[in-house]
């Protein structure tokens, strides 16, 4: 139970269907160094205490801070450091949510972890599990869940995922919930409601370089870090546009010389758009994907599904368990795909898995 309202109404429909229930709030992060800015996680905690207690369930706050800093900070810092873009919440998922809570709920005796996610799980005859996206296609929060594993899979719980958001808010209204007025939270937590630009300039040091323009190599300014960028940023970057109105926007980054590749942001800027791009670290929800075949993918968190060739390396097959890498050919090229973002893969609904850009 995280204080808000889709993990709050997760317990009450959990506790109206019989089930013996206990919430949990995972305290991940404190800002204990100043830097970071309004997390309001002890506000959070006391929601979820009350929430608890107005549905009549044990409630208790469970200390995850050591292996968050470890498994997902880390994670994002090394990612930015090494100049790529990564994704802390599907790791947050698979490494604590799935990972680490769901050991510590095994060890005191629970069966499976329930969240808030707006996703569906489908159990089969021969007890593996499907993760299909949720009711509120606006909401759906699958994307998320791509580097799940079956085991994670058959030990999750998705209470709300047939439900869409007004039907939850009338839910959670109905039955006098704390939090059935609360806004939906934005972002990462840790962060608060500090930019990650702010964020990231506590924790790596500046490694300045120069702005270029790709095609022609012009100098066109100077950055701070390749840190600070992605593929695909158009605000921000610190450089004007020309008298066409045409915005910059970045295409690339050079290791090299430190340097920040930019072009005008079109159909004909290089490096933009991709028709094809490798994927490695593949995860699969069921069983991997064996052989080339035409499947969906999303290619970050509501985009919608495209159609795409996936060609696993014949020298690690599929990737089961975690590994393997593949060739994706896009039928329709796509934006801004950035080296250690998420691919999630699916099969219409049903979620197959995911992996992450080169």
């Known amino acids: 139970m995280s204080g808000g309202v889709d993990s709050s109404v ?9 089930l013996d229930v206990s919430g949990a709030y995972m305290k991940n992060w404190i800002n204990e160094d100043n830097v970071i800015g309004d997390c309001p996680w002890q506000q959070d905690i006391e929601d979820a205490r009350a929430v608890a ?45 799935f990972g680490v809570f769901l050991a510590w709920a095994r060890e005191h005796g629970f069966d499976a972890v329930a969240t808030g996610h707006y996703a569906r799980r489908v159990e089969h005859a ?19 869940l791509a580097m799940l594993g079956q085991e994670q899979a058959r030990a999750a719980r998705f209470p709300i995922g047939g439900l869409p ?26 962060i608060g409601q500090v930019r990650m630009q702010d964020f990231l300039r506590q924790y790596v040091p500046d490694e300045p370089g120069p702005v270029v323009r790709a095609g022609d190599g012009r100098v066109l300014g100077a950055h ?24 910059y926007v970045v295409v690339g980054k050079r290791a090299e ?29 069921e069983k991997p994907v064996a052989g080339s075949r035409w499947i969906e993918g999303r290619v970050r968190y509501r985009d919608p599904r495209v159609a795409l060739e ?25 934006r801004a795909l950035a080296p250690g973002q998420i691919l999630a893969l699916y099969d219409g609904e049903r979620l197959l898995g995911g992996g992450v850009y080169v």
């Open 126 to 144: 021969d007890g593996s599990c499907s993760i299909i996206e949720g009711a509120d296609k606006n909401k759906d929060q699958t994307y998320f």
């Open 310 to 334: 996936f060609i696993p390396d014949e020298e690690n097959g599929a990737g089961e368990g975690g590994g393997g890498s593949a060739t994706i050919r896009f039928r329709e090229p796509q």
């Open 224 to 247: 701070r870090g390749l840190h600070y960028y992605t593929i695909g940023q158009r605000k921000g970057i610190g450089i004007p546009s020309n008298t066409d109105f045409k915005n």
């Open 53 to 97: 207690e107005q549905i009549g369930i044990p409630f208790r706050v469970v200390n995850l801070m050591e292996e968050y800093r470890g498994r997902v900070v880390a994670y994002l810092l090394d990612g930015y450091k090494n100049g790529i873009t990564p994704n802390p919440d599907v790791m947050c998922n698979r490494e604590i949510k």
């Open 10 to 18: 997760a317990a009450l429909v959990l506790k109206r269907a019989g």
């Open 257 to 285: 010389d430190r340097a920040l590749l930019v072009a005008f942001d079109g159909p004909e800027a290089p490096g933009l758009f991709t028709s094809e791009v490798r994927v490695h670290s593949l995860s699969w929800v």
């Open 165 to 190: 958001k007004p039907e939850l808010r009338r839910i959670a209204a109905e039955a006098g919930l704390a939090t059935a007025a609360k806004k939906d939270s934005q972002g990462i937590c840790f």
